[in-house]
Nanobody
Framework: QVQLVESGGGSVQAGDSLRLSCAAS????????MGWFRQAPGQEREFVAH????????YYADSVKGRFTIARDNAKNTLYLQMNSLKPEDTAVYYC????????????????????WGQGTQVTVSS
């Protein structure tokens, strides 16, 4: 089992930056892939970013590519999401998740392939 706790959310202005953190405990951190998702009010939870076990490979949703950076520190059991040039449409609850037993035929963007989730942290961007 893996326990995840997100932090770092807040209310900012458009163009500002935020860094989200996700602290993991339980299973050895470097043995599973991780991702960030977000959910805006009234909308489905959507994929934001994915990172491989040791951080050598990353993948982003088109909507955040070039603005957001996913990273992990396996020594600190922590996942990060650096968010720059924030837009009002980035407003959502952000969740980190683990992909401990990935099915390779299922893309990293698929929510169904993630098995442990944090409680979420709210990000609000005003114009």
């Amino acid at each position: 089992q893996v326990q995840l706790v997100e932090s770092g959310g807040g209310s900012v202005q458009a163009g500002d930056s935020l860094r989200l953190s996700c602290a993991a405990s339980g299973r050895t951190f470097g043995t599973y892939e991780m991702g960030w998702f977000r959910q805006a009010p009234g909308q489905e939870r959507e994929f934001v970013a994915h990172i491989s076990r040791i951080g050598g490979s990353t993948y982003y949703a088109d909507s955040v590519k070039g603005r957001f950076t996913i990273a992990r520190d396996n020594a600190k059991n922590t996942l990060y999401l650096q968010m720059n040039s924030l837009k009002p449409e980035d407003t959502a609850v952000y969740y980190c998740a683990t992909r401990t037993s990935p099915i390779r035929a299922v893309p990293v963007t698929a929510r169904s392939n993630y098995d442990h989730w944090g409680q979420g942290t709210q990000v609000t961007v005003s114009s």
